[in-house]
């Protein structure tokens, strides 16, 4: 993924941490958590939700650097994202502003990770399986 991505490892395939995976997971938790309960932003006093308000921070600025670090040595063309930084919005004419090319660079991520981890658990599952 990292690769078609970003043009880059993204260590996915190490079997040490990865910060990005740890994250991911507490950032779609807090979603959900957001999704069951609308008030949550306004639970100050609980560590649950603090802790998710955290997890968000963290990835909005990891999306940030990964962004600032795209503009500054643009990818490849073979890339995914080689490709974003050229789109135009036919509406307007204009090119992506930061905040829709961070936005798109998280979902890619998200999609990544979650179609790789579950492609890879139901090719486990089949195997014990059969």
Do not use: C
Not at 53 to 70: F, P, S, V, Y
Not at 92 to 103: E, P, Y
Not at 112 to 127: K, V, Y
């Amino acid at each position: 993924m990292g690769h078609m991505l970003f043009a880059e490892d993204l260590k996915g395939m190490d079997m040490g941490k990865s910060m990005y995976i740890d994250l991911f997971s507490k950032l779609l938790e807090e979603v959900h958590q957001n999704i069951a309960n609308p008030l949550r932003k306004f639970m100050i006093w609980s560590a649950d939700a603090k802790q998710g308000k955290e997890a968000l921070k963290t990835h909005d600025k990891l999306m940030g650097d990964k962004l600032e670090a795209m503009l500054a040595n643009p990818p490849p063309d073979y890339t995914i994202t080689g490709h974003l930084l050229k789109v135009v919005d036919p509406a307007t004419g204009k090119r992506l502003v930061r905040d829709q090319l961070k936005a798109e660079i998280a979902i890619m991520m998200g999609a990544g990770f979650e179609t790789t981890s579950h492609a890879i658990s139901w090719t486990l599952a089949a195997l014990a399986a059969h």
